[in-house]
């Protein structure tokens, strides 16, 4: 009987001693929460950053749109042979200086009723980009006359969408989005001189 409770004693003991010595010692704990918490916590900050940078370009470019869509509004823009690109530009000048002019397509549709509007799509089925409107045409072959109902639309390809890491923002095969900007009025009565 001795003889047996030797080896359980031994075992025990040994059991015992294991779990003391690793309830005694802390070293290292900080690093073993730290690494359990920091994955969520980086895809936190990453996502947070990601979200305030979008909502931070696309109000740019809504401001942009909504002060040079007045030049289209009132004429000015007609009457002054405004090209497509210098419309643009103009867009990104209001926008401010982080929206990339390269980046950047404009579109403006003339209809004649306000059920026709249908907004020009910025990417085609195949996820590649619609390029209609050469840059040195005349904005007013797309913007029509007074009283006309013109539709403006703006497409970014923001690239930082495919830098931001453990999200998947973009819909364009190399991980960037194509944001979209419209606007939409009817043309006041002015005089084409």
Excluded at 128 to 156: F, H, M, P, R, S
Aim: aromatic residues 12%; proline residues 3%; glycine residues 6%.
């Amino acid at each position: 009987m001795r003889m047996s409770s030797g080896p359980k004693l031994c075992r025990s003991w040994a059991q015992q001693s294991a779990i003391r010595f690793l309830t005694r010692h802390n070293d290292g704990t900080s690093a073993i929460e730290f690494a359990i918490v920091a994955v969520p916590f980086f895809m936190f900050v990453f996502g947070l950053m990601g979200v305030a940078s979008y909502f931070f370009i696309m109000t740019s470019i809504d401001k942009g749109m909504e002060q040079n869509s007045r030049l289209i509004r009132t004429g000015q823009a007609q009457t002054a042979d405004m090209t497509v690109n210098e419309f643009k530009q103009a867009v990104c000048n209001k926008a401010g200086s982080w929206v990339k002019c390269n980046k950047l397509q404009i579109f403006v549709q003339k209809f004649a009723d306000w059920n026709q509007v249908q907004p020009q799509p910025c990417l085609a089925n195949n996820a590649a980009v619609v390029n209609t409107a050469n840059g040195n045409d005349k904005l007013a072959q797309y913007a029509g006359e007074a009283n006309d109902i013109v539709l403006v639309t703006a497409c970014y390809r923001w690239e930082f969408a495919s830098k931001v890491p453990f999200f998947q923002m973009g819909q364009m095969s190399d991980g960037s989005l194509m944001m979209q900007s419209t606007t939409a009025f009817r043309t006041e009565p002015y005089s084409a001189n």
